[in-house]
């Protein structure tokens, strides 16, 4: 091939309706939950067979190649898809990907993204005020939940740790202080940032698997007679394994009275403040001082788009307090539209198009809908898991995570283990459905992240069919 022939636009042309019919068709099916959710291969001979491809010679035509990558890949669109928490993308969301990947906006410096720049600034405001931040506040774009994570932290540290760690490095004993449950990204982002084992102080759950935030007094005492200094508390909203959300209120009050930095991890539930239903659940994520809501997850956008918001905008840009003379003029000054400055990535992809477009297309309206059916299914499945014998709830959902597992007339706990292990299994090589198994306090359990709004009621009664039989 020719280098200037593989830039022909009229190429570009036949190839784009090509795949976008492919795409089209795709959709169809796996909408109508006719084909399995994925064909499952073992990860070698999944390897073998693309080493096999990647063996032929080129063929002009990427077409029977594109279908075989679809083939070959789970298929989130299909009802039966309830396992981890990626969304199905809305199909305007992933074409304004198709855009983003050929105007490929560097976006660290402003003029290598106006627009896209211009746009971050607007989606990450109309979140700030959504979540209830005050006028202050503001943020960015990062690529995914735990990049953001560890960000925020690191803007945590800057502003509210009595140590310069960024000049001097970590001599000091740093610590944060977050629920047993929360996202392991906390843990490895504290371990990156030289906290070790000893600063990362876990609070145990109660029996709903929230943060027991009556504990965070004597821990923060102990942590203090052990020579730590605390400097940030993590809530969950909502954890992964059970969906439980952390009393963020507790926790702002608690980190008001100790000058301490109050971060929220709103990766996947942060988006019940869309809802009028279920805004309850993050009452009091309106005062931390920093959030994060991944797109990716509860937003139907494809994969990385993740916003990270701050109760003053400008601590934002104290996270990484560096030089970079030959980026920007002024490399001081706290411009919003240098996104580099601000986030961990110099050259970052064009996120904030597709929420926009989302927004301006369909309205905010879409997302509140979104969060409405799944959380809604996530209760109703809890109810059909109640109903029937022989299966269990490990705690009432509050999100639309479910953990559940299928005990029948055993009650060895080891029995009931290996038997769930194997359920799931099972259903992954059938690949009628998709879930996934956690484990509870050292048991097994079955887990489903109800992220499909085309999933019905008869789709969830289908499920336990299958796991009973
Ligand atoms: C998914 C998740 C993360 C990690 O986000 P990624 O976008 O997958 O990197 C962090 N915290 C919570 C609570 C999550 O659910």
């Known amino acids: 091939m020719n280098l200037a022939d593989a830039y022909n636009p009229d190429l570009f042309r036949q190839q784009g309706h090509a795949l976008v019919d492919l795409l089209a068709d795709h959709l169809a099916q796996a909408e109508s939950g006719t084909a399995p959710v994925l064909t499952y291969a073992e990860p070698d001979e999944q390897l073998a067979y693309w080493q096999a491809d990647f063996a032929q010679p080129t063929n002009a035509d990427p077409l029977p190649l594109l279908t075989n990558m679809i083939q070959r890949s789970i298929h989130l669109h299909n009802p039966a898809f309830m396992g981890h928490q990626v969304a199905p993308p809305l199909p305007l969301a992933a074409l304004t990907g198709l855009l983003t990947g050929m105007l490929n906006q560097g976006q660290a410096v402003y003029e290598m993204g106006m627009t896209a720049n211009a746009l971050e600034r607007i989606v990450t405001g109309w979140l700030a005020k959504k979540l209830g931040l005050g006028a202050a506040a503001g943020g960015l774009l990062t690529s995914g939940g735990t990049l953001a994570n560890l960000t925020a932290l690191l803007t945590a540290r800057a502003v509210a740790a009595p140590a310069d760690v960024w000049t001097e490095g970590t001599t000091n004993r740093l610590a944060i202080m977050v629920s047993d449950e929360a996202h392991y990204c906390v843990d490895r982002a504290a371990r990156i940032m030289g906290l070790g084992s000893a600063g990362i102080i876990k609070i145990p759950t109660n029996d709903r698997f929230q943060m027991r935030t009556d504990l965070l007094e004597p821990y923060l005492a102990k942590a203090r007679a052990d020579g730590l200094t605390v400097f940030a508390v993590i809530g969950s909203a909502c954890s992964t394994s059970?969906?439980?959300?952390?009393?963020?209120?507790?926790?702002?009050?608690?980190?008001?009275?100790?000058?301490?930095?109050?971060?929220?991890?709103?990766?996947?539930?942060?988006?019940?403040?869309?809802?009028?239903?279920?805004?309850?659940l993050v009452r009091g994520i309106e005062r931390a001082d920093s959030v994060v809501v991944d797109f990716h997850k509860m937003m139907m956008i494809p994969a990385?788009?993740?916003?990270?918001?701050?109760?003053?905008?400008?601590?934002?840009?104290?996270?990484?307090?560096?030089?970079?003379?030959?980026?920007?003029?002024?490399?001081?000054?706290?411009d919003w539209f240098n996104s580099g400055k601000r986030a961990f990535e110099c050259t970052k992809l064009m996120m904030s198009a597709k929420v926009y477009t989302v927004l301006r297309t369909y309205g905010e309206g879409l997302?509140?809908?979104?969060?409405?059916?799944?959380?809604?299914?996530?209760?109703?499945?809890?109810?059909?898991?109640?109903?029937?014998?022989?299966?269990?709830?490990?705690?009432e959902p509050e999100s639309n995570i479910v953990c559940f597992r299928y005990a029948g007339q055993t009650s060895d706990p080891a029995q009931i283990d290996l038997l769930n292990s194997q359920i799931r299994q099972r259903l992954l090589h059938k690949g009628q459905f998709y879930i996934v198994q956690t484990t509870l306090r050292e048991r097994v359990w079955l887990r489903v992240s109800l992220m499909n709004p085309l999933t019905t009621a008869g789709h969830l009664a289908a499920l336990l069919d299958a796991i009973e039989g």
């Open 367 to 395: 997302f509140a809908q979104n969060v409405e059916i799944l959380y809604g299914l996530a209760r109703q499945f809890a109810a059909l898991v109640r109903e029937r014998a022989g299966f269990e709830l490990a705690v």
């Open 242 to 280: 059970t969906g439980s959300y952390d009393d963020l209120t507790a926790i702002a009050d608690f980190c008001q009275a100790h000058g301490l930095w109050f971060h929220a991890d709103g990766a996947h539930g942060g988006v019940a403040a869309l809802s009028d239903t279920y805004r309850p």
């Open 304 to 334: 990385l788009v993740t916003a990270l918001i701050y109760q003053r905008g400008t601590d934002s840009f104290r996270t990484f307090q560096q030089k970079a003379q030959y980026l920007w003029a002024d490399a001081d000054a706290q």
